[in-house]
């Protein structure tokens, strides 16, 4: 740190040779294994027995007394990095891909840099960088410690989670110890009792996961976010909202500028755009944010291009695909959101995640890695957690979604009692479910919603999915575009909150229950009146009163979205009464084949073009349209009734 850090000792070349005495200390060759040869060789240790030796290492390199006041120089010397260390650094940047900036990220820097070297001593600043998931947040953090030492400027880099700082002083090291690249590194609660204005520049990383206060306890200093701010000259907090995941986190962007403000603080924003992660696509971030009900965007399918998103059913099969992407450039990982206890940490021989139906089990990420778990060598046998992952990224990502995200009634829902206990992140929650109960459960959705938003977006290239929950899992698939062949999903008619009755009682068919027919067996029943067995009965609730003409059909394919989608239960109404113009209808037509069903059964938006026969009298059909509402699929045009008949009229699909 001297060497590193001391005007005195880079200006007037003070030679420094660092020793250890330890005069109590009796030899027993733990202290002095050859474990610890590097820092031996660098300061010698020196034990009980040994002062002579001592007195030889002095007489060695102190050849005069000190008349200049050295000791008083370092004591007093201005605090700056030292040219070899801005050296290395830059030098290792130059040698890491991982670290190049593009786009906007290079106008933060910019920016960032321009502040810095115009701080004045009266005028604290405080620049504010919102990002979302690979928007380059920790890329511009790295490149600006490194280019804020370049000017002299005393900078450290700080996150409240060790994960990120201990990944990227690994990264980094090399050309540096990495006792030396560490002192780069720090945790946001160490800044309590310092002096005012002791750093030029604080780069706050994963602002978000601030608290209010440090300590193990929460019970240090008064705020976290004022202190960062006294204890430098120009503070640079990185922000992402929506990647608040613990029941403590206060670092919203809002909140830091009123805190910055109340202590006379010039704040500056920035926004960081453009996507680097998840292939680059800014669709799946908008889709994913639909999907969990984060927020509504735009983006309610997934195209198969935009990004390579899948659901899978068999937990073994997206276990053998993470160790085979794995097996590239060890960046794929499993992670889990936090519903299963850490039992394998007291107990070795257990497995933590278990699913007996497939006869797996793994354990969470073990303590061996530490928060270098991401990047471990052997760390794919274990699941890491969002405490482990959050800041970090790999190439492919597998998601197991536990019970403490469901889908129910068409909508995302979050259960924060299936967390586990162990999870920290919702200590206190059922404390305040008492007191308030919907101020508890609105802080646990957010909790949960952003969790899982944070794993799905770790991977730049991949992120494959295993639910707990099967409504979930189809749901999730239901909202791809490309059906994909990982993924076995199981039948609609499989799903927990839709059953199918074998059969039912004579007093509630058609008025509870109706039947379930195939495309072509309903098209038998109601077109040419034949006797056909239903598939079973299904409880319908919410399209009025029920009678014998009405019946349930799975739908097939994707033409009729977004009012119908596939494998959808919906309601139909046999003998059409009225004008048929304009409604989705099912059809049988036995000289067309539909794409969609390989046969001559059809769910279309009836439309007709007619002529006027002046010598009848009577309109007479040219020609009918059935048009899907997908503009992907092409109409079906029937220029001839023969083999043509409209069984029944569309009422309602049956929702989950």
Same mark, same amino acid.
């Given at each position: 740190m001297i060497y590193n850090f001391n005007s005195t000792v880079q200006d007037d070349n003070i030679t420094l040779k660092p020793c250890a005495y330890l005069h109590n200390y009796n030899p027993d060759n733990v202290i002095t294994n050859k474990l610890y040869k590097y820092y031996i060789d660098k300061a010698p240790v020196f034990l009980k027995p040994d002062a002579f030796k001592l007195r030889e290492f002095i007489k060695n390199h102190i050849k005069y007394g000190d008349n200049k006041d050295i000791l008083y120089k370092i004591e007093n010397g201005r605090i700056r990095p030292s040219k070899q260390l801005v050296d290395s650094l830059s030098s290792m940047l130059q040698g890491n891909t991982e670290f190049i900036m593009i786009?906007?990220?290079?106008?933060?820097?910019?920016?960032?840099?321009?502040?810095?070297?115009?701080?004045?001593?009266?005028?604290?600043?405080? /620049?504010?960088? =919102?990002?979302?998931?690979?928007?380059? *947040? %920790?890329?511009?953090?790295? !490149? +600006?410690?490194? &280019?804020?030492? $370049?000017?002299?400027?005393?900078?450290?880099?700080?996150?409240?989670?060790?994960?990120?700082?201990?990944?990227?002083?690994?990264?980094?090291?090399?050309?540096?110890?990495?006792?030396?690249?560490?002192?780069?590194?720090?945790?946001?609660?160490?800044?309590?009792?310092?002096?005012?204005?002791?750093?030029?520049?604080? /780069?706050?990383? =994963?602002?978000?996961?601030?608290?209010? *206060? %440090?300590?193990?306890?929460? !019970? +240090?200093?008064? &705020?976290?976010? $004022?202190?960062?701010?006294?204890?430098?000259?120009?503070?640079?907090?990185?922000?992402?909202?929506?990647?608040?995941?613990?029941?403590?986190?206060?670092?919203?962007?809002?909140?830091?500028?009123?805190?910055?403000?109340?202590?006379?603080?010039?704040?500056?924003?920035?926004?960081?755009?453009?996507?680097?992660?998840?292939?680059?696509?800014?669709?799946?971030?908008?889709?994913?944010?639909?999907?969990?009900?984060?927020?509504?965007?735009? &983006?309610?399918?997934?195209?198969?291009?935009?990004?390579?998103?899948?659901?899978?059913?068999?937990?073994?099969?997206?276990?053998?695909?993470?160790?085979?992407?794995?097996?590239?450039?060890?960046?794929?990982?499993?992670?889990a959101g936090y519903c299963w206890d850490w039992i394998s940490s007291k107990d070795n021989t257990k497995t933590d995640i278990n699913f007996p139906e497939f006869n797996f089990g793994m354990k969470w990420n073990l303590k061996k890695d530490g928060s270098k778990w991401i990047i471990g060598d052997d760390s794919v046998n274990e699941i890491g957690c969002i405490h482990t992952c959050q800041g970090l990224e790999l190439d492919y990502v597998g998601v197991i979604v536990g019970d403490d995200l469901r889908f129910e009634n068409n909508s995302i829902i979050t259960d924060v009692l299936k967390r586990s206990s162990n999870d920290k992140s919702i200590t206190g929650i059922k404390k305040l479910i008492k007191e308030n109960k919907p101020k508890a459960l609105d802080i646990a959705d957010k909790i949960i919603k952003n969790t899982y938003r944070t794993l799905m977006t770790r991977g730049m290239k991949g992120c494959y999915v295993y639910c707990c929950d099967k409504n979930l899992a189809y749901y999730l698939q239901s909202r791809i575009e490309e059906i994909n062949l990982n993924l076995k999903v199981e039948k609609l008619l499989e799903i927990d909150t839709i059953r199918i009755e074998p059969t039912v009682n004579d007093d509630v068919k058609y008025i509870d229950f109706l039947p379930l027919y195939s495309l072509k067996a309903a098209c038998g029943a109601f077109g040419e009146w034949q006797t056909v067995n239903e598939d079973g009965w299904v409880k319908v609730e919410g399209v009025g009163?029920?009678?014998?003409?009405?019946?349930?059909?799975?739908?097939?394919?994707?033409?009729?979205?977004?009012?119908?989608?596939?494998?959808?239960?919906?309601?139909?109404?046999?003998?059409?009464?009225?004008?048929?113009n304009n409604k989705i209808v099912l059809v049988q037509h036995n000289n067309y084949i539909d794409s969609e069903n390989q046969g001559s059964y059809s769910i279309k938006k009836y439309t007709s073009e007619k002529s006027f026969d002046k010598e009848t009298g009577e309109w007479q059909h040219e020609k009918i349209i059935l048009k899907p509402l997908n503009i992907k699929y092409k109409p079906i045009i029937i220029e001839e009734d023969d083999g043509f008949l409209v069984v029944a009229e569309f009422v309602s699909v049956i929702k989950i």
């Amino acid at each position: 740190m001297i060497y590193n850090f001391n005007s005195t000792v880079q200006d007037d070349n003070i030679t420094l040779k660092p020793c250890a005495y330890l005069h109590n200390y009796n030899p027993d060759n733990v202290i002095t294994n050859k474990l610890y040869k590097y820092y031996i060789d660098k300061a010698p240790v020196f034990l009980k027995p040994d002062a002579f030796k001592l007195r030889e290492f002095i007489k060695n390199h102190i050849k005069y007394g000190d008349n200049k006041d050295i000791l008083y120089k370092i004591e007093n010397g201005r605090i700056r990095p030292s040219k070899q260390l801005v050296d290395s650094l830059s030098s290792m940047l130059q040698g890491n891909t991982e670290f190049i900036m593009i786009d906007d990220q290079k106008v933060v820097l910019e920016t960032a840099m321009s502040i810095a070297k115009k701080l004045k001593p009266d005028k604290k600043q405080v /620049l504010i960088v =919102e990002g979302g998931p690979g928007t380059g *947040k %920790s890329v511009v953090a790295i !490149n +600006l410690l490194v &280019n804020l030492y $370049e000017n002299g400027l005393v900078t450290k880099y700080i996150s409240k989670n060790s994960a990120p700082r201990e990944v990227y002083s690994t990264k980094l090291s090399g050309v540096k110890t990495k006792t030396e690249i560490s002192n780069l590194f720090g945790g946001t609660g160490s800044f309590i009792d310092i002096e005012p204005n002791t750093f030029d520049v604080l /780069l706050v990383d =994963e602002a978000h996961r601030l608290n209010l *206060k %440090s300590g193990l306890y929460q !019970n +240090l200093g008064d &705020n976290q976010i $004022e202190e960062i701010i006294n204890a430098s000259r120009f503070s640079v907090f990185f922000v992402d909202d929506d990647q608040r995941i613990h029941i403590k986190d206060v670092g919203s962007c809002k909140y830091i500028e009123s805190i910055a403000k109340k202590n006379g603080a010039f704040v500056s924003k920035l926004k960081l755009e453009s996507q680097f992660r998840c292939n680059g696509s800014d669709g799946f971030l908008s889709w994913l944010d639909n999907t969990l009900q984060i927020k509504e965007t735009a &983006n309610i399918k997934l195209s198969s291009n935009e990004f390579d998103f899948k659901v899978f059913s068999d937990l073994n099969e997206l276990k053998r695909i993470i160790f085979e992407k794995n097996q590239i450039n060890n960046k794929s990982r499993l992670v889990a959101g936090y519903c299963w206890d850490w039992i394998s940490s007291k107990d070795n021989t257990k497995t933590d995640i278990n699913f007996p139906e497939f006869n797996f089990g793994m354990k969470w990420n073990l303590k061996k890695d530490g928060s270098k778990w991401i990047i471990g060598d052997d760390s794919v046998n274990e699941i890491g957690c969002i405490h482990t992952c959050q800041g970090l990224e790999l190439d492919y990502v597998g998601v197991i979604v536990g019970d403490d995200l469901r889908f129910e009634n068409n909508s995302i829902i979050t259960d924060v009692l299936k967390r586990s206990s162990n999870d920290k992140s919702i200590t206190g929650i059922k404390k305040l479910i008492k007191e308030n109960k919907p101020k508890a459960l609105d802080i646990a959705d957010k909790i949960i919603k952003n969790t899982y938003r944070t794993l799905m977006t770790r991977g730049m290239k991949g992120c494959y999915v295993y639910c707990c929950d099967k409504n979930l899992a189809y749901y999730l698939q239901s909202r791809i575009e490309e059906i994909n062949l990982n993924l076995k999903v199981e039948k609609l008619l499989e799903i927990d909150t839709i059953r199918i009755e074998p059969t039912v009682n004579d007093d509630v068919k058609y008025i509870d229950f109706l039947p379930l027919y195939s495309l072509k067996a309903a098209c038998g029943a109601f077109g040419e009146w034949q006797t056909v067995n239903e598939d079973g009965w299904v409880k319908v609730e919410g399209v009025g009163r029920l009678n014998r003409n009405m019946f349930v059909v799975k739908a097939t394919g994707k033409s009729m979205e977004p009012i119908i989608s596939d494998n959808d239960l919906c309601v139909f109404r046999a003998n059409v009464v009225g004008s048929r113009n304009n409604k989705i209808v099912l059809v049988q037509h036995n000289n067309y084949i539909d794409s969609e069903n390989q046969g001559s059964y059809s769910i279309k938006k009836y439309t007709s073009e007619k002529s006027f026969d002046k010598e009848t009298g009577e309109w007479q059909h040219e020609k009918i349209i059935l048009k899907p509402l997908n503009i992907k699929y092409k109409p079906i045009i029937i220029e001839e009734d023969d083999g043509f008949l409209v069984v029944a009229e569309f009422v309602s699909v049956i929702k989950i």
